[in-house]
């Protein structure tokens, strides 16, 4: 079985987009969690400007998907099989944060609960909900 | 005596939308970054596209596009639905959105989001979509159930941060 650190580095191989948005996986402090620095091309609202809902949406089902396999130990790369996301205030022109909790790791089925935040962690900017499919 | 002209009716917002379908997504920078164009715009309806990107890949083994950028995708023509549904010029901002993947997308094919907001009052709107990854009806993807709220002006957006303001809804 492969450590936590080269089941990220084989995520982010397998998922190219990960480098599109430019998400980094930390696992240095015992928890993991995301981080993604702001870019201007990430935002979805100039006039505000606000980060687009999409990329904050992608930030935490890449984040759940860590999550996954990081606790499942298997390296196969979970199938999405719905999000539900709540968006709970606009995403400012700055690092983004995202953690992850497995609500129930089934045989097939892992269900699980993402949440992302700016500067505050109490003040989450979004929530996302989701079923992912295991493949084994 | 001359008499007044009559006023030229003024287009609805779907209308100018639709004379402009190239701008409309081209504001959004992020939507710009991942390639999402609008290609036909009628009230309360909008239509997009994507292109298939080696570097928007969410799994290099079957070559399908990744979910996040699915997301963004189906939010943005969402968005789009959801404008063209107005009948006097608002800002929105999504409030949530589901997506259920019927299967992942194949390599190399193009997708196409039909979004439908069918369903629109002062405050919210209701949007559905379906994301497809050929011209076929059979070549679905992905549903999408969409609430965007509306917001009448820059204050109200504002408010949106501010918890005392709304009483902690959406804060």
């Excluded at chain 2, 405050?123 to 993807?141: E, L, P």
Aim: charged share 20%; glycine share 8%.
């Amino acid at each position: 079985m492969t450590g936590p650190k080269e089941t990220i580095a084989q995520l982010i191989e397998n998922v190219p987009y990960i480098a599109h948005l430019g998400l980094v996986f930390n696992l240095e402090s015992g928890e993991f969690t995301t981080s993604l620095p702001y870019k201007p091309d990430l935002v979805g609202n100039p006039m505000l400007p606000a980060l687009h809902g999409g990329v904050i949406a992608a930030m935490m089902e890449l984040t759940a998907m860590g999550q996954v396999i990081l606790i499942s130990g298997s390296p196969e790369l979970p199938k999405t099989i719905d999000v539900s996301i709540d968006y709970l205030r606009t995403g400012k022109p700055e690092a983004t944060f995202a953690r992850a909790t497995i609500t129930k790791l089934g045989r097939q089925i892992a269900n699980v609960e993402a949440i992302a935040w700016q500067s505050d962690p109490l003040k989450p900017i979004a929530k996302l909900h989701g079923h992912f499919l295991m493949v084994t | 005596m001359i008499e007044n002209p009559a006023p030229k009716p003024r287009p609805e917002i779907w209308q100018i939308m639709a004379q402009h379908t190239g701008q409309v997504s081209d504001a959004t920078p992020q939507a710009r970054a991942i390639g999402v164009i609008i290609t036909e715009v009628t009230k309360a309806n909008a239509t997009g596209t994507m292109e298939w990107r080696e570097d928007l890949v969410g799994d290099t083994q079957s070559g399908t596009m990744a979910s996040g950028a699915v997301i963004t995708f189906v939010d943005q023509i969402c968005g789009a639905a959801c404008m063209a549904a107005l009948t006097e010029p608002a800002g929105f901002a999504t409030l949530d959105l589901r997506i259920d993947y019927l299967r992942p997308s194949r390599r190399g094919h193009n997708l196409r989001t039909k979004a439908h907001c069918y369903r629109i009052s002062r405050h919210v709107a209701f949007v559905r979509a379906m994301a497809f990854d050929g011209d076929s009806d059979d070549d679905q993807i992905a549903a999408v159930q969409a609430t965007f709220m509306i917001i009448k002006s820059r204050k109200d957006m504002l408010k949106r941060s501010d918890p005392k303001a709304n009483m902690g809804e959406n804060t």
